[in-house]
């Protein structure tokens, strides 16, 4: 790996140059963008003074009381409601039908099969409460983000787009989102009452949804307690075992499990992949940020450059070379890492928080009558643990710049229908379709019918979504309480990382610079490199760029604070 | 060609005259006119043409974003021209000559490996005398042809993984296991080995046929002047093939930097970059992914044009063997 280095070194005049035209791109579009907005610039993001004036009011609504409050946690974070029991007479949150006969055209993500699109009735069904015709057309979740710039290059963007924030990076979103329409003039402030259910959403999950100081996006999934992942393990199992999950505190007290739970001759390993893409779910064990952080002396640092990602990476080397990941975690099929779960080949895994829910355990429980899913308290490599929240909504959706003004006011509300909350009878309609056809009431809450588990996706709540709730899906009350209080714990290591909501955009040179980072993690990660390789691969990382996107960010952080 | 041409033109032999009489003395004949009498062969190739100046020559325009710094939003004709200068950077980048390295390589390997076997599979299934048994096996070599790449990926793992029937039958039975999925240092024979499994049945069609043309009283003449089965082999078959051989050689050594993407995209994490990275993976990782589209365009015209130069250079070699190559001197 001399090789890179000794090439970036040559490499970097060149480089410079290239980064010299996109200096000048962007300033040609900070002076496009000039036009509409003087205070407009490349970076994406707005003042906390100029936010206040354009996120639109919390009107919330209150007409169910959940079974498990919301808990207020540290920095601001707070838990979802628990309900146990969907009410027996739903409230009516939208008077009329919402739309005018419109059609439209849609994309959203999906991770997940996708449902037959001709005679879906839960389609047909919501249509028709919507009074519109929404053409839903979803796509795979994993490789949305490389189709978005293709999307964007062809001018073909749908009528409403669902975009998560992560993948806004690669779009230089900051120029992007003039392609969409700004919902300011409609939403900022008090003007939200026109539509309650979206006044229902709290004024924080829309500020990612702000760019260049203006209102693009409708909150998809928004949450008060958003974090990227945690580490789950197999109750029923542990319970056999007489492990205590309590008595886990730190990575090596996890890593100590291995030998136990390892049992690779009868098909049985103690972890899947722990590390996470790009250290995302090893970063919340061992301190350090997703991105970029702020050390003691005040100065800047990228995850990349931290000591605790080469603690990480020593530690999981260990665990690798012990025998106790799964090998096909090891040969990087992360697609299965789910049924390996289930199936009890594996005991203790990572994954994003949304894998915790009703129809997991309906999986879990048809591959083992005994399956439990639980998740560790916060684990933490020295002191109190500490995680880090997402913005208050990860993911939003847009409306296309070239509709026209009654249009957009059809689909906001239209979008406030979508936004009814838990307990309403709009609510049921948006996630299930028409009772006795796609779903039936079962124990008081709503199941799919067999035509709806084939019929029902998440289309509809990826285009706007109320405020986050935990509920009892499929059955399964328990695990809606485990959850449930399990987050009421987690909000309270809750922490803000740098450049919160921030919506910074940066430079579009740099967006490949990290992948190198990237693929070298991945060989250390499985001990086919040394920790010595990763940091020369750092350091050829500053050198193509990290260290200038840190300038950038320090340029940031002095104009607009650091949004925590 | 012209057999089938003559011979729907000549039943109806009144009114066709005019036409059979073009047949047979063309040469004269202007521009206008051999496509009048060519007209049905012409109609016959036109999807083709048609198929690839839709998908293959239109998106070609595209290759302008590799002298430019193209930006999604600015489009071809908004986005700066900068020469040479995506160019430049491609070729002081070490990734982007590992990823050429590891190309060549895997082509090597796979032309030494891959290329022989369905030539011995056809002879093979040529020698066996029951139909029956010969269909059965050629459907049996020809399935994996029609399985995706993922699903091929997926066999392998199950069979040959770290927690695949193979090693846990060593496992349970005490002995040591053997990584094949995740070795870096042997996945060039991995991927080989999946190519072969996956494609050898299918490429067994063209030498078939090659084997069907072959007169057969050549076979009975030798048999009868004492020549046993190799010496037939030798003296008849492979010389009949040889054409054929060459022929798809000269096409192999065009492809070669055309190693494939998915099978190498799919077991990337498995064996890491350095393994894996081909230059198909390389424009898209580093060109498509991270909206460096210019970046990605100019690898693949660098790509195409060497490849282009690898074609010229080895039909140059195939004429030298006295065959046709893909075109005829």
Same mark, same amino acid.
């Given at each position: 790996?001399?090789?890179?280095?000794?090439?970036?070194?040559?490499?970097?005049?060149?480089?410079?140059?290239?980064?010299?035209?996109?200096?000048?791109?962007?300033?040609?579009?900070?002076?496009?963008?000039?036009?509409?907005?003087?205070?407009?610039?490349?970076?994406?993001?707005?003042?906390?003074?100029?936010?206040?004036?354009?996120?639109?009011?919390?009107?919330?609504?209150?007409? #169910?009381?959940?079974?498990?409050?919301? #808990?207020?946690?540290?920095?601001?974070?707070?838990?979802?409601?628990?309900?146990?029991?969907?009410?027996?007479?739903?409230?009516?949150?939208?008077?009329?039908?919402?739309?005018?006969?419109?059609? %439209?055209?849609?994309?959203?993500?999906?991770?997940?099969?996708?449902?037959?699109?001709?005679?879906?009735?839960?389609?047909?069904?919501?249509?028709?409460?919507? =009074?519109?015709?929404?053409?839903?057309?979803?796509?795979?979740?994993?490789?949305?983000?490389?189709?978005?710039?293709?999307?964007?290059?062809?001018?073909?963007?749908?009528?409403?787009?669902?975009?998560?924030?992560?993948?806004?990076?690669?779009?230089?979103? =900051?120029?992007?989102?003039?392609?969409?329409?700004?919902?300011?003039?409609?939403?900022?402030?008090? +003007?939200?009452?026109?539509?309650?259910?979206?006044?229902?959403?709290?004024?924080?999950?829309?500020?990612?949804?702000?760019?260049?100081?203006?209102?693009?996006?409708?909150?998809?999934?928004?949450?008060?307690?958003?974090?990227?992942?945690?580490?789950?393990?197999?109750?029923?199992?542990?319970?056999?075992?007489?492990?205590?999950?309590?008595?886990?505190?730190?990575?090596?007290?996890?890593?100590?499990?291995?030998?136990?739970?390892?049992?690779?001759?009868?098909?049985?390993?103690?972890?899947?992949?722990?590390?996470?893409?790009?250290?995302?779910?090893?970063?919340?064990?061992?301190?350090?940020?997703?991105?970029?952080?702020?050390?003691?002396?005040?100065?800047?640092?990228?995850?990349?450059?931290?000591?605790?990602?080469?603690?990480?990476?020593?530690?999981?080397?260990?665990?690798?070379?012990?025998?106790?990941?799964?090998?096909?975690?090891?040969?990087?099929?992360?697609?299965?890492?789910?049924?390996?779960?289930?199936?009890?080949?594996?005991?203790?895994?990572?994954?994003?928080?949304?894998?915790?829910?009703?129809?997991?355990?309906?999986?879990?429980?048809?591959?083992?009558?005994?399956?439990?899913?639980?998740?560790? +308290?916060?684990?933490?490599?020295?002191?109190?643990?500490?995680?880090?929240?997402?913005?208050?909504?990860?993911?939003?959706?847009?409306?296309?710049?070239?509709?026209?003004?009654?249009?957009?006011?059809?689909?906001?509300?239209?979008?406030?229908?979508?936004?009814?909350?838990?307990?309403?009878?709009?609510?049921?309609?948006?996630?299930?379709?028409?009772?006795?056809?796609?779903?039936?009431? +079962?124990?008081?809450?709503?199941?799919?019918?067999?035509?709806?588990?084939?019929?029902?996706?998440?289309?509809?709540?990826?285009?706007?979504?109320?405020?986050?709730?935990?509920?009892?899906?499929?059955?399964?009350?328990?695990?809606?309480?485990? %959850?449930?209080?399990?987050?009421?714990?987690?909000?309270?290591?809750?922490?803000?990382?740098?450049? %919160?909501?921030?919506?910074?955009?940066?430079?579009?040179?740099?967006?490949?610079?990290?992948?190198?980072?990237?693929?070298?993690?991945?060989?250390?990660?499985?001990?086919?490199?040394?920790?010595?390789?990763?940091?020369?691969?750092? +350091?050829?990382?500053?050198?193509?760029?990290?260290?200038?996107?840190?300038?950038?960010?320090?340029?940031?952080?002095?104009?607009?604070?650091?949004?925590? | 060609?012209?057999?089938? &041409?003559?011979?729907?033109?000549?039943?109806?032999?009144?009114?066709?005259?005019?036409?059979?009489?073009?047949?047979?003395?063309?040469?004269?004949?202007?521009?206008?006119?051999?496509?009048?009498?060519?007209?049905?062969?012409?109609?016959?190739?036109?999807?083709?043409?048609?198929?690839?100046?839709?998908?293959?020559?239109?998106?070609?325009?595209?290759?302008?974003?590799?002298?430019?710094?193209? &930006?999604?939003?600015? !489009?071809?004709?908004?986005?700066?021209?900068?020469?040479?200068?995506?160019?430049?950077?491609?070729?002081?980048?070490?990734?982007?000559?590992?990823? $050429?390295?590891?190309?060549?390589?895997?082509?090597?390997?796979?032309?030494?490996?891959?290329?022989?076997?369905?030539?011995?599979?056809? $002879?093979?299934?040529?020698?066996?005398?029951?139909?029956?048994?010969?269909?059965?096996?050629?459907?049996?070599?020809?399935?994996?042809?029609?399985?995706?790449?993922?699903?091929?990926?997926?066999?392998?793992?199950?069979?040959?993984?770290?927690? !695949?029937?193979?090693?846990?039958?060593?496992?349970?039975?005490?002995?040591?296991?053997?990584?094949?999925?995740?070795?870096?240092?042997?996945? @060039?024979?991995?991927?080989?080995?999946?190519?072969?499994?996956?494609?050898?049945?299918?490429?067994?069609?063209?030498?078939?046929?090659?084997?069907?043309?072959?007169?057969?009283?050549?076979?009975?003449?030798?048999?009868?002047?004492?020549?046993?089965?190799?010496?037939?082999?030798?003296?008849?078959?492979?010389?009949?093939?040889?054409?054929?051989?060459?022929?798809?050689?000269?096409?192999?050594? !065009?492809?070669?930097?055309?190693?494939?993407?998915?099978?190498?995209?799919?077991?990337?994490?498995?064996?890491?970059? &350095?393994?894996?990275?081909?230059?198909?993976?390389?424009?898209?990782?580093? !060109?498509?992914?991270?909206?460096?589209?210019?970046?990605?365009?100019?690898?693949? $015209?660098?790509?195409?044009?060497?490849?282009?130069?690898?074609?010229?250079?080895?039909?140059?070699?195939?004429? @030298?063997?006295?065959? &046709?190559?893909?075109?005829?001197?």
């Amino acid at each position: 790996m001399q090789d890179p280095l000794k090439g970036a070194a040559t490499n970097r005049r060149q480089f410079l140059s290239l980064a010299g035209l996109g200096v000048l791109s962007v300033a040609g579009v900070g002076g496009l963008a000039g036009c509409t907005d003087k205070k407009a610039n490349g970076p994406g993001t707005t003042s906390q003074s100029d936010l206040s004036k354009i996120l639109p009011n919390y009107i919330p609504n209150t007409a #169910v009381k959940p079974d498990m409050p919301a #808990v207020v946690g540290a920095n601001g974070a707070v838990s979802d409601p628990v309900f146990l029991r969907y009410p027996d007479s739903p409230v009516k949150t939208v008077a009329a039908i919402p739309g005018k006969g419109g059609s %439209y055209t849609t994309m959203t993500p999906l991770w997940g099969a996708i449902p037959p699109s001709d005679g879906n009735s839960y389609y047909d069904a919501v249509n028709k409460a919507l =009074g519109v015709t929404l053409k839903i057309q979803p796509s795979d979740g994993t490789n949305y983000g490389n189709a978005l710039p293709a999307l964007f290059a062809a001018d073909k963007l749908p009528d409403w787009i669902q975009i998560p924030g992560w993948n806004t990076s690669t779009l230089n979103f =900051g120029q992007g989102v003039s392609k969409f329409a700004d919902l300011t003039p409609y939403l900022a402030g008090d +003007k939200i009452k026109d539509y309650p259910n979206l006044a229902n959403i709290p004024t924080g999950a829309w500020q990612a949804g702000v760019w260049n100081g203006k209102l693009y996006g409708l909150p998809v999934y928004p949450g008060g307690a958003i974090i990227s992942g945690t580490y789950f393990y197999r109750r029923d199992i542990f319970e056999k075992l007489n492990i205590s999950p309590d008595s886990i505190k730190t990575p090596d007290d996890l890593a100590a499990l291995g030998a136990q739970l390892t049992s690779a001759s009868a098909g049985q390993w103690a972890f899947d992949d722990l590390f996470g893409d790009d250290a995302n779910y090893v970063s919340q064990l061992f301190h350090f940020p997703q991105k970029w952080g702020i050390d003691s002396s005040g100065k800047l640092f990228h995850k990349y450059e931290s000591q605790e990602i080469i603690e990480a990476l020593n530690w999981y080397q260990k665990i690798v070379k012990a025998g106790h990941v799964h090998p096909d975690a090891i040969a990087g099929n992360n697609q299965n890492g789910k049924q390996r779960f289930w199936s009890g080949k594996v005991c203790i895994t990572a994954d994003g928080t949304g894998a915790w829910n009703g129809d997991d355990a309906k999986s879990g429980t048809a591959a083992n009558p005994s399956y439990r899913r639980a998740a560790f +308290k916060l684990m933490s490599s020295k002191g109190t643990p500490t995680v880090e929240i997402g913005p208050g909504a990860g993911m939003f959706g847009y409306l296309n710049a070239k509709l026209s003004e009654d249009k957009i006011k059809e689909l906001l509300k239209v979008a406030d229908y979508i936004a009814a909350p838990y307990g309403s009878a709009e609510w049921l309609v948006v996630n299930f379709g028409a009772e006795g056809d796609t779903y039936t009431m +079962k124990d008081g809450n709503p199941a799919l019918t067999e035509k709806g588990a084939k019929e029902v996706a998440t289309t509809f709540q990826f285009l706007v979504t109320p405020s986050n709730q935990t509920t009892v899906q499929q059955g399964f009350p328990d695990v809606a309480k485990d %959850y449930g209080t399990w987050q009421a714990e987690m909000v309270k290591y809750a922490v803000k990382p740098a450049f %919160y909501a921030m919506n910074v955009t940066e430079p579009s040179q740099y967006s490949s610079i990290g992948k190198a980072v990237q693929d070298m993690i991945q060989d250390v990660k499985f001990g086919r490199k040394s920790v010595a390789d990763y940091q020369e691969t750092v +350091k050829s990382w500053k050198s193509q760029g990290g260290d200038a996107l840190r300038a950038f960010y320090e340029d940031i952080r002095n104009k607009y604070g650091t949004g925590q | 060609m012209a057999a089938i &041409d003559d011979g729907v033109a000549a039943p109806p032999a009144l009114s066709s005259q005019p036409s059979a009489k073009a047949a047979s003395g063309g040469r004269g004949l202007n521009w206008w006119g051999r496509l009048k009498r060519d007209r049905s062969l012409v109609i016959m190739t036109l999807p083709a043409v048609i198929l690839l100046a839709v998908f293959s020559y239109g998106p070609m325009f595209g290759l302008i974003t590799a002298f430019q710094a193209y &930006d999604i939003y600015n !489009g071809v004709a908004g986005s700066p021209f900068v020469g040479f200068d995506q160019f430049q950077r491609l070729f002081s980048d070490p990734l982007f000559w590992h990823a $050429l390295e590891n190309t060549l390589v895997l082509s090597a390997v796979q032309l030494v490996l891959y290329f022989p076997i369905p030539i011995v599979l056809a $002879l093979l299934l040529n020698s066996i005398m029951s139909s029956k048994v010969r269909s059965f096996v050629q459907a049996i070599v020809y399935l994996p042809h029609f399985f995706g790449w993922v699903l091929v990926v997926v066999v392998f793992q199950e069979m040959l993984g770290g927690a !695949g029937a193979l090693n846990m039958f060593l496992r349970q039975h005490d002995m040591a296991t053997w990584n094949i999925m995740t070795n870096p240092d042997t996945f @060039k024979y991995l991927v080989t080995a999946q190519a072969v499994w996956k494609e050898a049945g299918w490429g067994i069609v063209v030498f078939l046929a090659a084997l069907a043309a072959i007169d057969s009283s050549l076979y009975e003449a030798a048999a009868a002047d004492g020549a046993n089965r190799w010496r037939r082999l030798w003296h008849i078959t492979l010389p009949g093939m040889r054409g054929v051989i060459v022929l798809l050689l000269v096409l192999r050594l !065009g492809n070669a930097l055309s190693i494939g993407f998915e099978q190498f995209i799919l077991q990337r994490l498995a064996v890491g970059r &350095d393994a894996a990275e081909v230059l198909d993976t390389f424009a898209y990782n580093y !060109g498509l992914v991270g909206n460096n589209i210019s970046y990605g365009t100019a690898a693949g $015209l660098f790509k195409g044009i060497v490849s282009v130069a690898l074609l010229l250079a080895a039909n140059k070699v195939a004429h @030298k063997f006295g065959e &046709d190559g893909f075109y005829r001197r």
